[in-house]
C-alpha cells in the first residue's frame, strides 16, 4: 500500500468561536480503493503507525479529495480525544473542522463520544408543558366520562320504559297467535262445521244422493240415520264406522268419527 508521502502538517485550528480552539493534524493518503467505509478500516489498523499519538488517545477522519492513477487522494485528519473532552465540545456530537490541505479545503467531522445528548434537557425544558397538555386531555377524557354518565343515568328511564313496550308488544302478538290457533281450533270442532264437511264426503261417495232421516252432530261425531234399503259400504270407504250386529241393507245409523274432518 503507498503511503509514502508522509507529509505532516500541523496547523492551529483557526477559532470558530472566541473561545472554541482544535489542533488538527493533516496529512496526505494515497489507497487503493474508493470506498470510504474500507478506506478507514485501512486507516484504523495504521492508526498507531499514521499518527505520534496511540490510537486509543485520538480520533481521526478521512475525507476523499481526487482520484489518482487509480488510487484514492484522502485527506487525514487527526485530533486528541481529550481535546474534545472540554466544556467547549461538551454539546457536541459531531466536531466540523475546516483545514486547507494541499490549497483545498477541506472539512473533518468528528465524532465527539463523551458529548451530553441535549434532548434529555429539551425534553426536561418542555415537561411542565407537556405535563400540562397531558392534564388538559385527561380532564377532558373524564369530562366525557362523566357526560356520558349522566346521559346514561337521564337515558335509563326512557330505556326501561322502551324495554317494557316492546315486552308488552311481544305478548300481544304471542297472545293473538294464540287466539287464532284456538279459533282455528274451534271451527274444527264446531258441530256445523263438521257436518258440511261430512256432507261433502257423502256428495262426493255418493253421487246419486243418500237419504238420511235424521242427523245428529257435537264436537266429535256425525251421526246419521237411514232408512232400509241402503249399502253403506260406500260410506264406510268414505271414513264412516262400519256398523256392527245389524243387517247393514235395513234401517239404522252410521257414524263418522272426529278423525274424518280433523
Known amino acids: 500500500m503507498p503511503l509514502d508521502d508522509l507529509t ?19 496529512r496526505i493518503l494515497r489507497l487503493p480503493t474508493r470506498a470510504p467505509r474500507q478506506a478507514r478500516a485501512i486507516v484504523r489498523m495504521q492508526l498507531d503507525r499514521l499518527s505520534p499519538l496511540p490510537a486509543a488517545d485520538t480520533l481521526f477522519d478521512l475525507v476523499a479529495m481526487r482520484q489518482e492513477a487509480g488510487e484514492t ?35 473533518f467531522r468528528f465524532r465527539n463520544a463523551g458529548a451530553v445528548d ?52 311481544a305478548r300481544l302478538v304471542e297472545q293473538q297467535a294464540s287466539a287464532r290457533a284456538e279459533w282455528t281450533a274451534l271451527e274444527r270442532t264446531d258441530a256445523a262445521t263438521r257436518y258440511l264437511c261430512v256432507a261433502s264426503r257423502i256428495g262426493t261417495a255418493l253421487p246419486e244422493g243418500f237419504a238420511v232421516t235424521s242427523v245428529a252432530a257435537d264436537q266429535h261425531t256425525v251421526t246419521l240415520n237411514h232408512g232400509p234399503g241402503y249399502d253403506v259400504s260406500a260410506l264406510v270407504r268414505a271414513g264412516a264406522t262400519p256398523p256392527t250386529g245389524a243387517d247393514p241393507a235395513q234401517a239404522g245409523s252410521i257414524v263418522f268419527p272426529r278423525e274424518v274432518c280433523a
Open 8 to 26: 505532516l502538517e500541523l496547523t492551529p485550528t483557526p477559532p470558530l468561536a472566541p473561545t472554541l480552539v482544535l489542533e488538527v493534524m493533516t
Open 118 to 169: 441535549d434532548r434529555e434537557a429539551r425534553w426536561l425544558k418542555n415537561a411542565p408543558r407537556i405535563a400540562l397538555i397531558c392534564l388538559g386531555l385527561a380532564a377532558v377524557a373524564l369530562a366525557g366520562n362523566l357526560r356520558t354518565e349522566q346521559w346514561r343515568e337521564r337515558r335509563m328511564p326512557e330505556i326501561a320504559a322502551e324495554k317494557r313496550l316492546m315486552a308488552q308488544q
Open 73 to 107: 487522494v484522502y485527506a487525514l485528519g487527526i485530533v486528541r480525544r481529550a481535546a474534545l473532552a472540554g466544556e467547549t465540545f461538551s454539546a457536541q456530537r459531531t466536531v466540523t473542522v475546516t483545514r486547507s490541505v494541499e490549497d483545498q479545503t477541506v472539512t
